[in-house]
């Protein structure tokens, strides 16, 4: 069997790559032949890459460009004669359709969050949302709540609909937990990692974390990792609430930090927190950071009103909260930090659950 993917790259730095090596690595590994038309080539993946597309939201602005790349597209799909294509980045499914007039081959699309929907309730690519939604055969959906944000505008859409969560990379996590010593700390360890922007919920475990800190402990360091602008209005409001907020230092500002030492943060930690918000047509549609700190064996926090449910099992391998509610969010880390609810071993078990090689059967059951 063959699988034509569209994904933009396979170097795993955002969620869409992430997912897609997640799902061509172990296709590769049972031996399925794998060939990937994206945006741009990562050398170091054994895959057939063939970069020809856009990046996804340049489809999504311009939709006029889908008909200037369709031709090349047609030609590789004729030249590889695969038995499955499966559209691993929602934009990218624009081309559906009108691969489905020249060949009749499977055609599979994994929706993860925002972009299940947004191009719908766009005026510009409603339609050819529309379009694409009817040609594809099956739809991944990687929470069972991205599957009713998109059931409620498309519901006729409910037999094709399936889901599956993202898996996570189980073998070279528990390689990286084993490798990264554990130091002693002098403080409770509390990181969040992702993009520092208002739907992460950055503001809202600041809030908590001042309510905690007034309510129980102050010997605790928030590491939040990812990329920040100091010129970010967001940014500057954050720094004022910390400011303000007798936070500055309990609070540092990571950066984007290598993996490894992403890893030695992760392998250290006591708490894992993102409360992320839906806003409109955005939300998180799964959250695979949730799993990747519970295999380093870390209990984590998370909203209650997106697809951040799935990935996180309540009670479990941490809790899900309100995220505009403070007190119901320290309550959770006192369980966590001061009463130790939450067993290692659980998060350890939970996250091997959702290894990759699993979920992949499950796909290539599909195709």
Not at 9 to 25: M, P, Q, R, Y
Not at 74 to 97: Q, R
Request: with cysteine; proline share 5%.
């Amino acid at each position: 069997m063959k699988v034509l993917y569209f994904v933009h790259h396979l170097f795993g730095k955002d969620g869409w790559s992430v997912n897609a090596l997640n799902t061509i690595e172990p296709m590769v590994s049972m031996g399925r032949q794998c060939v990937a038309i994206v945006n741009e080539v990562n050398p170091a993946i054994p895959v057939v890459q063939i970069a020809i597309l856009r990046k996804p939201l340049r489809y999504l602005r311009y939709p006029f460009l889908i008909f200037l790349d369709l031709f090349k597209i047609l030609k590789i799909i004729k030249k590889e004669k695969p038995d499955v294509i499966h559209f691993l980045v929602e934009p990218y499914a624009f081309f559906s359709y009108f691969i489905k007039l020249f060949f009749n081959c499977k055609q599979v699309l994994t929706v993860c969050g925002t972009y299940a929907v947004l191009p719908y309730n766009q005026l510009r690519t409603k339609l050819l949302s529309i379009l694409y939604y009817r040609s594809i055969d099956f739809i991944i959906s990687i929470s069972g709540y991205t599957a009713s944000r998109l059931l409620k505008i498309l519901p006729k859409l409910k037999d094709k609909v399936i889901v599956i969560p993202a898996g996570i990379n189980w073998a070279d996590l528990k390689s990286a937990a084993a490798a990264t010593k554990q130091t002693p700390q002098t403080a409770i360890s509390i990181v969040f990692t992702g993009q520092i922007k208002e739907r992460k919920g950055v503001l809202e475990a600041l809030q908590a974390l001042s309510l905690y800190k007034n309510t129980y402990h102050s010997n605790f360091i928030f590491s939040i990792i990812g990329q920040y602008d100091r010129h970010q209005k967001y940014w500057q409001e954050l720094n004022a609430y910390i400011t303000a907020n007798g936070l500055t230092n309990n609070v540092e500002f990571c950066g984007l930090l290598p993996e490894s030492q992403k890893n030695e943060k992760l392998k250290n930690a006591d708490l894992f927190i993102m409360l992320s918000r839906v806003d409109g047509d955005h939300f998180e549609g799964y959250g695979l950071v949730y799993l990747e700190a519970n295999a380093f064996g870390v209990p984590v926090i998370g909203p209650n009103d997106s697809g951040t449910t799935q990935p996180i099992k309540d009670g479990y391998s941490g809790y899900v909260v309100t995220p505009s509610d403070p007190r119901q969010v320290v309550e959770k880390i006192d369980l966590i930090l001061n009463k130790h609810s939450i067993n290692a071993q659980n998060c350890l078990l939970w996250a091997e659950a959702h290894d990759r090689r699993k979920i992949s059967q499950q796909i290539f059951a599909l195709y």
